[in-house]
Nanobody
Framework: QVQLVESGGGLVQPGGSLRLSCAAS????????MGWYRQAPGKQRELVAA???????DYADSVKGRFTISRENAKNTVYLQMNSLKPEDTAVYYC???????????????WGQGTQVTVSS
């Protein structure tokens, strides 16, 4: 089965930076959109950023100008560079990828395990 493995989360002070990575592996035929979502305690999961296969990007208003999403298609990997972090960025961040399976032909969203990002002084 397809798996998405995230890394790069941690504790950082306000104004600091973190870079998240998410690598997809397994029976992958193709990958379309990739993105990052986050969920803070007591809040709904929200889209942070997304990038298409061709490199088109979309960002939540709250992170525009501070976060940058990118991908390396040859490595099936998506990144989220987070700068000027604020306490309100604290959340569990989940990688998401729209993937077509080699073996069953299904085209669906897959999710990473989540990585904690905590912004606190």
């Amino acid at each position: 089965q397809v798996q998405l493995v995230e890394s790069g989360g941690g504790l950082v002070q306000p104004g600091g930076s973190l870079r998240l990575s998410c690598a997809a592996s397994g029976s992958i035929f193709s990958i379309n959109d990739m993105g990052w979502y986050r969920q803070a305690p007591g809040k709904q999961r929200e889209l942070v950023a997304a990038v298409s296969r061709g490199g088109r990007t979309d960002y939540a208003d709250s992170v525009k100008g501070r976060f940058t999403i990118s991908r390396e298609n040859a490595k099936n990997t998506v990144y989220l560079q987070m700068n000027s972090l604020k306490p309100e960025d604290t959340a569990v961040y989940y990688c998401n990828a729209e993937i077509r399976s080699r073996w069953n032909g299904a085209n669906r969203d897959y999710w990473g395990q989540g990585t904690q990002v905590t912004v606190s002084s």
